[in-house]
């Protein structure tokens, strides 16, 4: 990275889902034992850009997102909470 450069981020989803979803998503991929290296070679795409997915610097679309679990060999599950609010009677 270039000396006094700094990576600006665009968030598609919420930051902390994003990260969320980077830990997972490099967690699943180091458990099968696949580089940075091999996981560009197989979304075709570059080491720097799995990377930044891996750090939660890259925007995860859900296009971005299906490519890489397609890379991996696994599905992925969505799912979201119902958060309720209380309500006092």
């Known amino acids: 990275m270039r000396k006094n450069y700094e990576h600006k981020s665009r968030w598609g989803f919420d ?4 990260i969320l ?18 996981m560009a070679k197989r979304m075709q795409t570059t080491q720097a850009t799995i ?8 925007n ?5 997102l299906e490519r890489y679990a397609e890379a991996l060999g696994i599905d992925v ?13």
């Open 21 to 38: 979803i980077a830990k997972k998503l490099k967690r699943e991929r180091e458990k099968l034992g696949i580089s940075q290296e091999d």
């Open 60 to 64: 995860i679309t859900l296009t971005k």
């Open 51 to 58: 990377s930044r997915i891996d750090r939660a610097e890259d």
């Open 77 to 89: 599950v969505i799912t979201f909470p119902i958060k309720r609010k209380r309500v006092n009677l």
């Open 15 to 18: 930051r902390d889902l994003n």
